[in-house]
């Protein structure tokens, strides 16, 4: 066997192909983190309409809903979530406008707000 017969690769090449994968590999986990931070932002919004719609349906269906700014607390996966509802006169007479905002408990970002309306009973 001599010299030009032997094959395979130089520890240059090694090295470089080492390097590459090493850049692929930082460069996924950035992307994976984006990826896992942002699903963890619309999780919170989507937990935020849920908890929005599910108290302006309660409100629709309660006789007397309570006019002025309430701060309610609510538990929804396995979190605590601050809703904050204002209740007030709409320009028709027959309606109330509510607007809800909700965040997470001990957080300052809002993850939903909503503005409904729902029928006033007591004129």
Known sequence: MNST???????LEVMIALAVFATMAAAMLSASQFVLKQSVVL??????AWLADNQLSELRLQTAPPKGQQRLSRDLGQRNWILQQHIVPARDPRLLKVEIQ???AGSSSVAHRTTGWIGNRHE
């Open 5 to 11: 017969d032997c094959r395979g690769f130089t520890l």
């Open 43 to 48: 999780e919170e919004r989507l937990f935020g």
């Open 102 to 104: 909700v965040s997470r």
